[in-house]
T-cell receptor, first 112, second 112 residues
Framework: GAGVSQSPSNKVTEKGKDVELRCDPI?????LYWYRQSLGQGLEFLIYFQGNSAPDKSGLPSDRFSAERTGGSVSTLTIQRTQQEDSAVYLC??????????FGEGSRLTVL | GEDVEQSLFLSVREGDSSVINCTYTDSSSTYLYWYKQEPGAGLQLLTYIFSNMDMKQDQRLTVLLNKKDKHLSLRIADTQTGDSAIYFC????????????FGTGTRLLVSP
């Protein structure tokens, strides 16, 4: 596609529920990143994919967070048993030739 | 580890120049980037500079890099109210995974 697409754009859920966030990167981009932006904060790195493999999962905050990528394209970030501190904007990006990241509009997660 | 720091807030009048500053710690940084985030939106890449350059100009934007002091700045000439946003600097290290490390962002407010 023309840009990075994320869905849903907004998600409100109850504490303890699982959520799935989806990212569709720019066509042909092999590297994909997930970041998290909490209110008034900078960007926190979560995970990086090269193709379908995730060589760097160092940023995942707990084992409730997981991500996968299939077919070298779409990625899904899953948060199990959501907590209120998981509320944030989850940003996905794919990487261009100069290493620049192209971001989607983000998925705003609110955990009540 | 890598760290990127920015001042939190800058206020200027329309028509003035804005200078947003950033310092980083990773001396192996290869590329440095400036992103703009408008309210409720994702991050938009403004410009980037390779570490062997000391200046890059792109229309109203001028990036200056002092690699010795690990200092990066973004100058916006003739600042407009539409430039009001949060500006993030980011650096990419030379490590294998090449994730971008972001600063906490500088909120630019342009008053008429």
């Amino acid at each position: 596609g023309a840009g990075v697409s994320q869905s849903p754009s907004n998600k409100v859920t109850e504490k303890g529920k699982d959520v799935e966030l989806r990212c569709d990167p720019i066509s042909g981009h092999t590297a994909l990143y997930w970041y998290r932006q909490s209110l008034g904060q900078g960007l926190e790195f979560l995970i990086y994919f090269q193709g379908n493999s995730a060589p760097d999962k160092s940023g995942l905050p707990s084992d409730r967070f997981s991500a996968e990528r299939t077919g070298g394209s779409v990625s899904t970030l899953t948060i199990q048993r959501t907590q209120q501190e998981d509320s944030a904007v989850y940003l996905c990006a794919s990487k261009g030739r100069a290493g620049e990241l192209f971001f989607g509009e983000g998925s705003r997660l609110t955990v009540l | 580890g890598e760290d990127v720091e920015q001042s939190l807030f800058l206020s200027v009048r329309e028509g003035d120049s804005s200078v947003i500053n950033c310092t980083y710690t990773d001396s192996s940084s290869t590329y440095l980037y400036w992103y703009k985030q408008e309210p409720g939106a994702g991050l938009q890449l403004l410009t980037y500079i390779f570490s062997n350059m000391d200046m890059k100009q792109d229309q109203r934007l001028t990036v200056l890099l002092n690699k010795k002091d690990k200092h990066l700045s973004l100058r916006i000439a003739d600042t407009q109210t539409g430039d009001s946003a949060i500006y993030f600097c980011a650096e990419r290290g030379a490590g294998g995974f090449q994730k971008l490390v972001f600063g906490t962002g500088t909120r630019l407010l342009v008053s008429p």
